[in-house]
T-cell receptor
Framework: SQTIHQWPATLVQPVGSPLSLECTVEGTSNPNLYWYRQAAGRGLQLLFYSVGIGQISSEVPQNLSASRPQDRQFILSSKKLLLSDSGFYLC????????????FGDGTRLSIL | QKEVEQNSGPLSVPEGAIASLNCTYSDRGSQSFFWYRQYSGKSPELIMFIYSNGDKEDGRFTAQLNKASQYVSLLIRDSQPSDSATYLCAVNTGGFKTIFGAGTRLFVKA
């Protein structure tokens, strides 16, 4: 069966510091991968999605970036965090067909001080 | 802009009752519809998906889709306190993008 791992679970970072969140998927090949952010009491905001190694689509212009160095690895990064980057970051995967459901990792709760 | 709308709630129902959660979407070309359950502080968990008009049942859950009215709903029969959570409606509008509603909070009273 497929599993998705996301870490760390919680993170507290000062403003201006860098960020690296990692997500890996097991049990499937060539998945679609997604990064979402959820602000408190809000819906899911799609940040990036990837349909293959090195292929990244950005949905929201901001100080975040994403990379997919391996088929089942997805990384979310920032060079300098802003206060507004606080939130619950979720990685998700789906099979390649676009109309299939997405499955989420446990998420990273990021607090910026 | 493509949108998915849900009543934020909270929707409060007594234990054993039917909870009815509703969702409307703006993109008439949408083909795939999903319901997720999200407990406080946790990530969303897929509970139902539906692609065709009509009803789809899975245990205590029934998803209903009406593409003409651009309306999708989730019924939870015999509601339990453990069903208390936020329910997210999600719609695939084509390609690789799925739009999520902000969710409806459900509270089941014991």
């Amino acid at each position: 069966s497929q599993t998705i791992h996301q870490w760390p679970a919680t993170l507290v970072q000062p403003v201006g510091s860098p960020l690296s969140l990692e997500c890996t998927v097991e049990g499937t090949s060539n998945p679609n991968l997604y990064w979402y952010r959820q602000a408190a009491g809000r819906g899911l905001q799609l940040l990036f999605y990837s349909v293959g190694i090195g292929q990244i689509s950005s949905e929201v212009p901001q100080n975040l970036s994403a990379s997919r160095p391996q088929d089942r690895q997805f990384i979310l990064s920032s060079k300098k965090l802003l206060l507004s980057d606080s939130g619950f970051y979720l990685c998700a995967w789906s099979v390649q067909s676009g109309d299939q459901p997405q499955h989420f990792g446990d998420g990273t709760r990021l607090s910026i001080l | 802009q493509k949108e998915v709308e849900q009543n934020s709630g909270p929707l409060s129902v007594p234990e054993g009752a039917i909870a009815s959660l509703n969702c409307t979407y703006s993109d008439r070309g949408s083909q795939s519809f999903f319901w997720y359950r999200q407990y406080s502080g946790k990530s969303p968990e897929l509970i139902m998906f539906i692609y065709s008009n009509g009803d789809k049942e899975d245990g205590r859950f029934t998803a209903q889709l009406n593409k003409a009215s651009q309306y999708v709903s989730l019924l939870i029969r015999d509601s339990q306190p453990s069903d208390s959570a936020t329910y997210l409606c999600a719609v695939n509008t084509g390609g690789f993008k799925t739009i999520f509603g902000a969710g409806t909070r459900l509270f089941v009273k014991a």
